[in-house]
């Protein structure tokens, strides 16, 4: 009765007579008595596949959608069809991580290209496979700063970054001995002056978000200096949509460039997969986490590619591994590769050329119109932080009207209640921007 | 087969996409934002029509293998078939277009199949209650690691920093660990392939915080003394964490919580039948015993009358893992698979992954060398030690003699405790014929083992490369595309 489970009982027989023993019961015999289930579990049964598709269609519906002006490190953007339809070729996602190079050419080469890709966005040397997303990646980069400046032990992180962010890094790192420090904030902007006062050479890295966690673009000019003069790394995590209009990690003079690649061609999925992208200068090479693929030869001298730098990872070098991460994005990581791939550099500018313009569109139109106060009022690329009185009764009342207004930072930060991140991407139309602005004076 | 790189195939002035035009009044960028912002550097992307990406890709696929290709009998990573249907809900646009950050009221479908799959798994591994957010089995490993942690430190103890691990574990058990802040002892295995009782209590003590098991563990044995096992690390203060990469081989059978294990993490990209994608995603969810469960992870999910919740309030949560709650689209393709087999498919689903693994072990053992000749459970090992003393030919040539019929080969020089290791897991979606062919294929390479060995070592001979110089790529690594 089970479509996935193809033994008769006429092979049952035959196994068992093979085997030797009398029943499959007898294959768990090594399983002590005391502890073997003797009832089923306490689950339904199972299901056809129809009423499995009805029970599976009746929730997603559950789910509401709209039109979404919601971000903060999840992004609403335009997916091209092929990306879907490369993902599901079973030859890929049917593969597990490809170990045996000589029948995983097509998985090895997608994850080379996309290397490749984030190198070229991020301007850096080199990357790894993926990591799980933005969030983790700050960790396993702090990871990488910690192991190449093995005296240093104090870890500055700026106080705009995503608290998620935060919040991961405050859970890797609480029972090490590194210290994670928060650069003071001025004007949500992290504060240069602030950071000149708190640096020395005990300092391993210094992370920084831009566009940071409220949307406003940090201005990195100098920073990179500064952090190298005391022999720290600089780590810059950016939304890499951004890198279409903005300056790359390598322009700013970062080590390490960290992000999510989510607006690449993956949809929202209600917060997953993203995928943690990670790259760096050649010299912290063998200080990477995760899966490296390289270039090489077959033994007939053909172009080929393999899993490499392996001496750094968990199989190996087990509890002396640069870190635990085995499973990685892959999948996910090939979809923004195609993504990429597919829209080209001109494409990635226009896709985030118009975002920027679009957000900027909305956030005249909500200041100069409606009187709303930007929070900062500094420059962004395509989200920005206002403060709209009862924002949660005015983001619900928006919501009942099938507009996701932008996100409320009263979740994040009590004393936020006001504030509310709104994101615009270039999947956002005039009209929608338009019914945004004119449903908000009704309810304000 | 061309196997040119998406570079390669690139020429100025094509495009693969074309979006929908500006509709809103644009000034240029520099009036809007300061230039010091804005990016001068021009990355070398690639310009290829839509046609050259799909050919692109499929050749791709063409030059690479799945569990839907044929039989993918690698140990210890469960590579059963990933059903359709799940691919389908996992496209529902109800499911896709869901922002993280949504109000509760708009997500109740989501936050009913979190509670129902946390429910649900809680159910068959016997423990109290569970998180979803670890993207992958290390992840989860991680997860369970600082549970310990925030255990012992709400207790006050803070003498407990090592972490006891068998030999034969995964690898990441050790790194997990280690990274998590504690520091790892190995504990031996004894004749039977199992956890030395004698060796286990030499290192118990005080300073102990736990031990790290799979069970089955990775030699495809039930460890039979796991109740003295948990009783012994539990007298002496310690904690059990059960690595759930081996739990196909137990649904409805046994459940790790009446093992005795406080945590367990699931690999759902090889229990729940999600695809592994090529390495990822994956989910590694994560459960826990009543002592374990006020330091979850937050947010977890809750539920009250009909309604379905966020809970943040947790005072004394580990923190947060991950940045929103999980690899969905792993989850909601998990949770399919879990009502698509309910409580009587998925008992069956461990009972033929075991009916498999001892068929074939049987099948296999009078020409292969098995160390621990016994019945094993979903997968087992065998060794080519004497096959590499009498006829040159290693785990590793086998393994490429495999490619050759077709078949993807088991995990190999794993685990580490047997040497020239070839570690088979068939899972229970192969047919008996499909083992059938897979075990004349492992008997034909023996015999060209034994009368032409040089044909192995040349193999494999009809993949799309042949055997590849891991030694050129580690030690000149050329990690990225540069244009020539």
């Known amino acids: 009765m089970f479509s996935y489970l193809p033994q008769t009982d006429k092979d049952i027989r035959e196994m068992l007579d093979v085997i030797g023993v009398n029943s499959i019961d007898d294959l768990f015999r090594d399983i002590p008595a005391e502890i073997l289930q003797k009832k089923e579990l306490n689950i339904a049964p199972g299901l056809s596949e129809y009423d499995v598709y009805k029970r599976m269609k009746g929730l997603s519906e559950k789910n509401m959608q709209g039109i979404s002006f919601m971000g903060c490190g999840s992004y609403d953007h335009i997916v091209p069809s092929v990306v879907g339809h490369v993902l599901q070729m079973p030859n890929f996602y049917t593969a597990y991580t490809p170990y045996q190079a000589e029948i995983s050419q097509g998985i090895l080469q997608s994850i080379f290209e996309f290397q490749t890709l984030i190198c070229e966005l991020t301007g850096m040397d080199v990357s790894n496979a993926s990591l799980y997303d933005d969030h983790t990646a700050a960790s396993e980069a702090i990871t990488m700063a910690v192991n190449a400046r093995k005296k240093a032990d104090r870890i500055l992180v700026s106080g705009t970054i995503h608290p998620h962010t935060r919040a991961v890094i405050d859970t890797f790192f609480s029972d090490i001995p590194v210290k994670i420090e928060e650069i003071a904030t001025e004007n949500y902007l992290t504060s240069l002056d602030a950071l000149k006062e708190s640096i020395d050479d005990s300092v391993a890295a210094v992370l920084i978000q831009t566009p940071n966690f409220y949307g406003w673009a940090e201005d990195l000019t100098g920073l990179a200096d500064l952090v190298h003069e005391h022999k720290a790394l600089l780590i810059i995590s950016s939304n890499p949509m951004s890198l279409g209009v903005f300056k790359s990690q390598a322009d700013w003079g970062a080590d390490i460039a960290i992000g999510g690649t989510q607006p690449f061609g993956l949809s929202t999925y209600f917060g997953g997969p993203s995928v943690g992208y990670i790259s760096t200068g050649t010299k912290l090479t063998r200080k990477m986490p995760g899966r490296i693929v390289g270039q090489t030869k077959d033994v007939d001298g053909k172009r080929a590619f393999v899993l490499t730098l392996q001496a750094r990872e968990q199989h190996i070098k087990r509890e002396r591994a640069t870190s635990n991460i085995c499973s990685n994005q892959a999948l996910a990581a090939m979809g923004s590769g195609i993504y990429l791939s597919t829209i080209g550099w001109k494409g990635l500018q226009e896709a985030a050329s118009q975002s920027f313009q679009k957000a900027h569109y909305l956030y005249k139109r909500l200041t100069e119109e409606l009187g709303l106060t930007s929070q900062a009022g500094n420059d962004f690329f395509n989200e920005f932080t206002l403060l709209i009185p009862n924002a949660a009764r005015v983001m619900e009342d928006m919501e009942a009207q099938g507009i996701y207004g932008g996100v409320n930072l009263l979740r994040f930060f009590p004393d936020l209640k006001d504030a509310v991140t709104i994101a615009v991407t270039e999947k956002r139309t005039k009209e929608e921007m338009d019914a945004y602005v004119d449903l908000m004076k009704r309810v304000l | ?484």
């Open chain 2, 1 to 484: 087969m061309s196997n040119k790189l998406i570079f390669e195939l690139s020429s100025d002035g094509r495009t693969g996409y074309r979006f929908p035009d500006l509709d809103v009044p644009a000034a240029p960028l520099e009036e809007s934002v300061s230039t010091s912002l804005l990016r001068n550097s021009k990355p070398e992307l690639p310009e290829v029509s839509e046609v050259d990406i799909i050919r692109h890709y499929t050749s791709l696929a063409k030059r690479n293998f799945g569990v839907d290709a044929g039989f993918y009998p690698l140990g210890s990573c469960t590579m059963k078939y990933n059903p359709k249907i799940n691919e389908d809900v996992g496209g529902f646009s109800g499911f896709t277009s869901i922002h993280p950050l949504q109000s509760e009221e708009s997500v109740q479908g989501y936050l009913e199949m979190l509670y129902e799959t946390i429910k649900s798994l809680s159910e068959i591994t016997g423990m109290k209650w569970g998180t979803l957010q670890p993207y992958a089995g290390a992840h989860g490993e991680f997860t369970g690691m600082k549970l310990f942690k925030s255990y012992f430190k709400k207790k006050g103890d803070k003498k407990r920093t090592k972490i006891l691990v068998p030999t034969s574990a995964h690898g990441t058990n050790p790194a997990s660990a280690r990274i998590s802040g504690f520091q790892v002892e190995e504990i031996t295995a004894d004749e039977r392939g199992l956890v030395s009782i004698e060796n286990l209590k030499e290192h118990l003590s005080d300073e102990v915080a736990g031990i790290m098991l799979t069970n089955p563990n990775t030699l495809g044995l039930f460890e039979k003394d796991i109740i003295e096992i948990a009783r012994l690390v539990h007298e002496a203060g310690g904690l059990l964490y059960y690595d759930g990469a081996n739990m196909n081989a137990i649904m409805g059978k046994v459940r790790p919580g009446d093992m005795g294990f406080d945590v367990i993490h699931l690999n759902l990209h090889k229990t729940m039948s999600t695809p592994h994608g090529g390495g990822g995603p994956g989910a590694g969810p994560v459960f826990v015993s009543d002592r374990l469960i006020d330091f979850l992870p937050a947010p977890d999910v809750g539920k009250d009358g009909d309604r379905y919740y966020f809970d943040y309030d947790k005072p004394h949560t580990m923190g947060r893992v991950s940045g929103f709650y999980g690899n969905m689209a792993v989850l909601v393709r998990a949770y399919t698979y879990i009502i698509t087999m309910g409580s009587d498919g998925l008992q069956k689903a461990s009972e033929y992954a075991v009916l498999n693994a001892n068929y074939l072990k049987e099948k296999l053992k009078t020409t292969y060398h098995l160390y621990y000749d016994t019945v094993c459970m979903h997968e087992f090992v065998l060794s080519a030690k004497k096959m590499k003393e009498e006829f040159g030919i290693s785990a590793l040539d086998i393994a490429k003699g495999l490619l050759d019929y077709g078949v993807h080969p088991p995990t190999i020089y794993f685990p580490l405790i047997v040497p020239e290791a070839m570690m088979i897991e068939p899972t229970e979606t192969e047919s008996k014929e499909t083992l059938d062919s897979f075990v004349d294929a492992m008997l034909e390479i023996y015999k060209t083992a034994k009368e032409n060995p040089e044909i192995l070592h040349e193999a494999p001979l009809n993949t799309a490369v042949r055997r590849v110089d891991e030694v050129l790529a580690a030690k000149h690594p050329i990690l990225k595309w540069k244009p020539e």
